[in-house]
T-cell receptor, first 116, second 111 residues
Framework: AQKVTQAQTEISVVEKEDVTLDCVYE???????LFWYKQPPSGELVFLIR??????QNEISGRYSWNFQKSTSSFNFTITASQVVDSAVYFC?????????????FGAGTRLFVKA | SQTIHQWPATLVQPVGSPLSLECTVE??????LYWYRQAAGRGLQLLFY??????ISSEVPQNLSASRPQDRQFILSSKKLLLSDSGFYLC??????????FGQGTRLTVV
């Protein structure tokens, strides 16, 4: 069965602090995609990153970085020097199985509050 | 570039009334289309997806239905709304079985 667990329901930090959002997934597939999405207060989900299971290199994009560790089935997201605009709900997601289907499994989300 | 439009942004409907939410995608052909519902501002539940005109797959049996009359148009409907249908509905598209791009959502309140 496929499953995504975001154990942190809410995180509150002060501006300029670094924060890591955890994501652990379960899948029987050997080939899969992982994603992170951001949902600001406006409600629209914004795609942040896609990671192929073959590529375990960490990725950095500005203040955002992602750490993918296949051995621990984790795909964690770190925001460096957080800003108030980072306040949002962040979702980790597991792409459809390579065996077929179109269902992306989303975690329950982590609500991040960044205080000025 | 591709864009997705979803409307209306907010909707208040009485119990038992019909529902029609529309979503259109521009700038791409033959996209995969999805309807999600988000209750209580948290997790996403996939309701329907479509890989082509007239092809609809339902993930959760419920009071809702979906249709895809045109390649880039996806409609979510109900004949009679229930209180439990309240929620935040999101349309999304994807070019293949990878990341999805979401519309701005419709906040539906059934009263």
């Amino acid at each position: 069965a496929q499953k995504v667990t975001q154990a942190q329901t809410e995180i509150s930090v002060v501006e300029k602090e670094d924060v890591t959002l955890d994501c652990v997934y379960e899948t029987r597939d050997t080939t899969y995609y992982l994603f992170w999405y951001k949902q600001p207060p406006s409600g629209e989900l914004v795609f942040l990153i896609r990671r192929n299971s073959f590529d375990e290199q960490n990725e950095i994009s500005g203040r955002y970085s992602w750490n993918f560790q296949k051995s621990t089935s984790s795909f964690n997201f770190t925001i460096t020097a957080s800003q108030v605009v980072d306040s949002a709900v962040y979702f980790c997601a597991l792409g459809p199985p390579s065996t077929g289907g179109f269902k992306t499994i989303f975690g329950a989300g982590t609500r991040l509050f960044v205080k000025a | 570039s591709q864009t997705i439009h979803q409307w209306p942004a907010t909707l208040v409907q009485p119990v038992g009334s019909p529902l029609s939410l529309e979503c259109t995608v521009e700038g791409t052909s033959n996209p995969n289309l999805y309807w999600y519902r988000q209750a209580a501002g948290r997790g996403l539940q996939l309701l329907f997806y479509s890989v082509g005109i007239g092809q609809i797959s339902s993930e959760v049996p419920q009071n809702l239905s979906a249709s895809r009359p045109q390649d880039r148009q996806f409609i979510l409907s109900s004949k009679k709304l229930l209180l439990s249908d309240s929620g935040f509905y999101l349309c999304a598209w994807s070019p293949r079985r990878t990341e999805a791009f979401f519309g701005q959502g419709t906040r539906l309140t059934v009263v």
